[in-house]
């Protein structure tokens, strides 16, 4: 396959903020067509991105024989119809993150995506952040001679835009499409914190990519206020998510990682920050204390996350963030929901 033909469902914020601009600069890359029930935005984006084919319904794209691979950019709600009908229709797809509301939901398109061969991949982009890569690998070599004693994953946003897009966002007035919304147990009891653990599910994910699959939720509490935090077992550890919102002119998200004898710790940059990477220090305790600021290369992790999921098309390879390890997430999330809701532990069956 030389030349792989994009077909974009969703034209909103993120679609226009991220992925337009990143899959638009891959060579080898074409955006075939694009596809919104706003039709008149839809338009305006090909016109912009000299896309030549518009549709209004994600059916009518999917039959077209220019189109190899799909970017699922609409709303969290309609991901799993949207995946599912592309999978039967033989397009490999990327989806933004969360990829379903529900385990139930994510598990169905993860067994669609096998049934018929194609590719599903989900956007975690902070996976494919230098820094991030840089503090997974100095992490794996510390923690094999020595004992990770606490992790603590922190995001209480903030500013993730950084002031005025590089791409103007385009707005026509048109009324955002219609969602069944779909939630987990105890979804809707906790609604404010599923819509956090669905819309930061980052930092879940995250966690699981640094430190691999926790055995259980040990606890989880709600104070009501817009933070909430979970404890996830680790066995010999715990991993404290601590999550909120706050309002500020910067961005605060952090994973630490606390060892015997030495720490890592990594801040993230806010999402739309271009070819900045997330920010690495490493402690190690000796007889010379040494503390590093290993950096990672000027990249912007969603550019780079187009082109993994462009190669894993091209060289038929297992996305690094695909369907069956993404899946998990759902699964921690409606475990931390249930931790709430029953006020004692819940263990995690993947």
Not at 9 to 24: K, N, R, V
Not at 65 to 77: E, I, P, Q, S
């Amino acid at each position: 396959m030389s030349e792989i033909g994009i077909g974009v469902i969703g034209c909103g914020f993120i679609a226009q903020a991220a992925h337009l601009p990143a899959f638009s600069r891959l060579e080898d890359v074409r955006l075939t067509a694009i596809c919104d029930k706003r039709v008149k935005l839809a338009r305006l984006l090909a016109e912009k991105y000299r896309i030549p084919k518009v549709y209004s319904s994600h059916l009518d794209l999917l039959e077209d024989g220019d189109v190899d691979a799909v970017l699922v950019l609409t709303g969290k709600f309609s991901h799993k119809s949207i995946v599912v009908d592309a999978c039967r229709a033989g397009k490999h797809v990327f989806v933004e993150k969360p990829m379903a509301t529900t385990a139930k939901d994510a598990k169905t398109m993860v067994e669609e995506a096998d049934r018929t061969g194609v590719k599903l991949m989900v956007g975690y982009m902070k996976r494919y952040d230098s820094g991030v890569k840089i503090a997974r690998e100095i992490l794996t070599e510390m923690s094999s001679s020595d004992t990770i004693t606490y992790v603590r994953t922190h995001i209480f946003g903030g500013d993730w835009v950084c002031g005025p897009t590089i791409h103007p966002i385009i707005d026509t007035g048109e009324p955002k499409p219609e969602e069944e919304k779909v939630y987990p147990e105890y979804g809707e009891k906790f609604a404010h914190v599923t819509e956090a653990l669905l819309e930061q599910i980052h930092d879940i994910n995250l966690t699981r990519y640094m430190l691999g699959d926790p055995r259980n939720v040990g606890y989880a509490y709600d104070w009501g206020n817009g933070s909430f935090i979970a404890v996830l077992n680790y066995g010999d550890f715990p991993a404290v998510l601590e999550q909120g919102w706050i309002t500020a002119d910067f961005w605060d998200e952090r994973m630490e990682i606390y060892m015997r004898n030495g720490w890592v710790k990594l801040t993230l940059p806010p999402p739309l920050l271009r070819n900045v990477p997330a920010k690495v220090e490493v402690y190690k305790a000796g007889k010379v204390q040494r503390e590093e600021h290993p950096h990672g290369i000027w990249k912007w992790s969603f550019e780079a996350e187009a082109e993994h999921f462009i190669d894993c098309v091209r060289k038929d390879l297992t996305p690094i963030s695909d369907g069956h390890d993404s899946y998990k997430d759902l699964v921690v999330v409606e475990a931390i929901l249930k931790s709430m809701g029953e006020r004692k532990p819940v263990n995690l069956r993947f």
